[in-house]
């Protein structure tokens, strides 16, 4: 059974710093996703990782997947205020539409 | 855009109370999903479904049911209403296909007293 985990599960970080939230599974995801959750607010998609070593990268966020590894990491560079939220990431088991999520990393970037 | 809406923001009931959720894609997708989360639990899958009347289990599916009659629509029930049921509902409708992905609905954060 996937198992999807995420840390750490809060951050605190200075704007203009770079820090890695990291996304575990414990068996074989055929995909793995991360998604955005402002407060009050739904998810919002931010990336799909298909394939061993895809790196996606929109504005400051980038991330990647090691899937011999069984792991996937969202990097954020030069953080902003902005970018305070919750993120998820998520695995799909293998042939299945079951899709299983961390419990997400609350972000808060300080001023 | 995808849109996904649900019937209600916010929703307070009393236990035994039958409730009905509803959501609705505008999309054509053929998958929709619903979830609940609850603080430092994530999201967890309730139920699926992949064709207008065809539905899956999810992990949590006791105390729940579906009906999907319209590929547009997919609605949940809690047939009897309990307060370990209070949580937030989220919808999610997504295509089939490699690079699918979910979109999530504005959520129902349902009050069970």
């Known amino acids: 059974e996937l198992k999807v985990e995420q840390n750490p599960l809060f951050l605190s970080m200075q704007e203009g710093k770079n820090y890695t939230i990291y996304c575990n599974y414990s068996?074989?995801?055929?995909?793995l996703y991360w998604y955005r959750q402002d407060p009050g607010k739904s998810l919002e998609s931010l990336f799909v990782?298909?394939?061993?070593?895809a790196v996606k990268q929109e504005g400051r966020l980038m991330a990647s997947l090691d899937t011999k590894a069984r792991l996937s990491t969202l990097h954020i560079t030069a953080a902003v205020h902005d970018l305070s939220a919750t993120y998820f990431c998520?695995?799909?088991?293998?042939?299945?539409?079951?899709?299983?999520f961390g419990t997400g990393t609350r972000l808060k970037v300080l001023a | 855009d995808v849109k996904v809406t649900q019937s209600s923001r916010y929703l307070v009931k009393r236990t035994g109370e039958k409730v009905f959720l509803e959501c609705v894609q505008d999309m054509d997708h053929e998958n929709m999903f619903w979830y609940r989360q609850d603080p430092g639990l994530g999201l967890r899958l309730i139920y699926f479904?992949?064709?207008?009347?065809?539905?899956e289990k999810g992990d949590i599916p006791e105390g729940y049911s579906v009906s999907r009659e319209k590929k547009e629509r997919f609605s949940l029930i809690l047939e009897s209403a309990s307060t370990n049921q209070t949580s937030m509902y989220l919808c999610?409708?997504?295509?089939?296909?490699?690079?699918?992905?979910?979109?999530f609905g504005p959520g129902t954060r349902l009050t069970v007293l």
């Open positions: 068996t074989t995801s055929d995909r």
């Open positions: 998520a695995g799909r088991t293998s042939g299945t539409y079951k899709y299983i």
């Open positions: 990782l298909l394939s061993n070593g």
């Open positions: 999610a409708s997504s295509t089939t296909g490699r690079a699918e992905t979910q979109y």
């Open positions: 479904s992949y064709d207008v009347k065809m539905k």
